[in-house]
């Protein structure tokens, strides 16, 4: 699969988890969006360095390819 597609994908995963922990935990309204944006961002930064590499280095290719700097 593309590597911006799992990339995305995975971020989407993760902020539906944080959304729904928070739910459960009693947040609503704003502040749920609000913490659920920042935890699952917190957690993509730790747990996605793998595929967050994989799409640089496909968009570094992409660029080699067409001779950009």
């Not at 009693?26 to 360095?49: D, K, M, W």
């Amino acid at each position: 699969m593309h590597p911006v597609v799992v990339y995305t994908l995975s971020r989407l995963g993760l902020f539906a988890v944080a959304l729904g922990v928070l739910y459960l935990v009693g947040l609503r309204s704003f502040p749920l969006l609000l913490l659920a944006v920042l935890v699952s961002g917190l957690a993509s930064y730790v747990l996605l360095t793998k595929q967050r590499d994989a799409v640089s280095e496909r968009i570094a290719g992409k660029r080699r390819e067409t001779g950009k700097n």
